[in-house]
């Protein structure tokens, strides 16, 4: 309840970055792009490099705590780490009237929420597993350097072109080699520091792909999405994996496994 609280006071609280307002005397405020549970994105234009770029704002209930800036400059950190074309770049990072920030590359394309939802792109079950492959791509790169996203969502999945991109590493973290191995996680699955929180992200990204193409009745009786969706069992059986229904896959190559059996690479 107190959380609650403090976060309704923060938004009314805090105040955004205005359209053309100079920030640290270099980065011209184009538009607010979003909110998340850490930062305010803009879209900027650098007038020392003269491009285009995100800058991210900490928010007022996360500057308060330590917590939250310690989480900030760990966001920023590890965005800094990555070296890989499907994340963005990180630039530069200030200070503006108190408030810490940072830049990244600006990456043109549409996110899949605005894609499925304002533009009513509908995917198949092969274009949503081809995507979803090369999503665990992205995923399996973090993986490696042992990281995990934490936040696999569909406003977090740019399509650039026949690219993918994969934004927001405000929830990110390292995890111990071997975490989450032989054990199924039972509290929150998509906010658990180990590998099986992003491939449950992913399974609840896949069936929002699926569900683009399903025709929602008049009148809706409480179904599952397994009885609801026409997809073949090999599909059922990959997402209910990622979703712990059934056995919980381990690793990003356990699924990649299956996925090819669909999609054929």
């Given at each position: ?10 938004n ?7 359209h ?7 980065y ?23 491009q285009?770029?995100?800058?991210k ?12 800036r ?8 590890l ?81 650039t ?27 929150n ?16 990204f ?20 397994e ?39």
């Amino acid at each position: 309840m107190l959380k609650r609280i403090t976060l309704f006071a923060a938004n009314i609280m805090e105040s955004r970055f205005q359209h053309n307002e100079t920030i640290a005397h270099r980065y011209q405020v184009i538009n607010h792009l979003g909110v998340g549970s850490y930062g305010n994105s803009y879209l900027v234009y650098d007038r020392l490099s003269q491009q285009k770029k995100v800058l991210k704002a900490l928010r007022i209930h996360k500057r308060v705590t330590q917590s939250g800036r310690n989480s900030f400059e760990i966001e920023k950190k590890l965005l800094h780490s990555i070296n890989h074309p499907g994340f963005p770049k990180y630039f530069e990072d200030g200070l503006h009237k108190n408030i810490p920030f940072y830049t990244m590359e600006y990456i043109e394309g549409k996110n899949f929420e605005q894609l499925i939802f304002q533009e009513g792109h509908k995917y198949s079950e092969l274009e949503a597993f081809n995507i979803a492959n090369d999503v665990l791509e992205l995923i399996n790169y973090l993986h490696e350097q042992r990281l995990v996203h934490r936040d696999i969502r569909i406003p977090n999945v740019i399509a650039t072109g026949s690219e993918i991109v994969l934004i927001d590493l405000g929830l990110a973290r390292k995890y111990d080699q071997g975490v989450g191995k032989h054990r199924k996680i039972k509290r929150n699955l998509r906010k658990e520091i180990n590998p099986q929180s992003d491939l449950y992200g992913l399974g609840h990204f896949l069936l929002f792909l699926l569900y683009s193409n399903y025709s929602f009745p008049k009148k809706m009786k409480e179904s599952s999405w397994e009885e609801e969706l026409e997809i073949s069992n090999q599909a059922k059986h990959i997402i209910s994996r990622l979703l712990q229904i059934e056995e919980f896959y381990e690793d990003c190559r356990q699924v990649k496994a299956d996925i090819k059996k669909i999609i054929g690479k």
